[in-house]
Structures are given as structure tokens and as C-alpha cells.
């Protein structure tokens, strides 16, 4: 089992930038793909951004595409989402996620939410207009 907790949500304004981080802890020995959700007021939660276990692949909802970077460094194991040219409709409390895969599995990548096993506890992002 592994443990997630995301940091570095808080408020910034229209325009600006703001990175994520997706902290995991536990059997960290296993391989995981992982991925960002985001879950707004009133709204489901909604894909965001994936990357795969080997770090290869990455994949973005169109929404975010240009202005949202995912990666990880495996050796802290540690998920990051880097965010620019935030826009009030970026608001949202952030989840990071992570599936175990095997080794035949490295290159996936997983963008529905019912394919992660492991979440964390989210983040807030409130971008001002």
C-alpha cells in the first residue's frame, strides 16, 4: 500500500504559476503510474494529467494541455504538476492518484479515476480574477 500527500495549493492570481507536489510513502518499492485529478465546487472530479511509471509517457486533458506539465522524479518518489497561466476556472481542490502496474505495465498510462487504487487527500488551488 502506498500513502499520497499533495502540497503547494493555495491562491494566485490569474496569469500566475504554482506547482504541485504529490508526496508518496509506503511500498514506494512497487511501480506506479500516477495522475492528477481536480474536483471543482458543485462539479465530479475530473482527469487533469498522467504520466506513466517509467516517467516515459505523460498525457494532458485538453483543458490544461499547453499550460500543465506533469512529472516525477522516482528516486524522491515524488509527482509534480506544474501550472501556468493559471485561469480562475482552474479552481479546484487537486488530487494526485497512483495505480500499481508491473513491469510489462511501465509505459501505461491511465486517464479514467476508476483505474487508481491509491489517492491523496487533495489540494486547494484558488486562482483570483
Known amino acids: 500500500q502506498v500513502q499520497l500527500v499533495e502540497s503547494g495549493g493555495g491562491l494566485v492570481q490569474a496569469g500566475g504559476s504554482r506547482r504541485l507536489s504529490c508526496a508518496a510513502s509506503?511500498?514506494?518499492?512497487?511501480?506506479?503510474?500516477m495522475g492528477w485529478f481536480r474536483q471543482a465546487p458543485g462539479k465530479e472530479r475530473e482527469y487533469v494529467a498522467s504520466c506513466s511509471s517509467s516517467g516515459d509517457r505523460t498525457n494532458y486533458a485538453d483543458s490544461v494541455k499547453g499550460r500543465f506539465t506533469i512529472s516525477r522524479d522516482n528516486a524522491k518518489t515524488t509527482l509534480y504538476l506544474q501550472m501556468d497561466s493559471l485561469k480562475p476556472e482552474d479552481t479546484a481542490v487537486y488530487f494526485c492518484a497512483a495505480r500499481p502496474v508491473n513491469r510489462y505495465g511501465a509505459s501505461f498510462i491511465y486517464t479514467d479515476s476508476r483505474y487508481y487504487d491509491y489517492w491523496g487527500q487533495g489540494t486547494q488551488v484558488t486562482v483570483s480574477s
Open positions: 509506503g511500498r514506494t518499492s512497487s511501480s506506479y503510474a
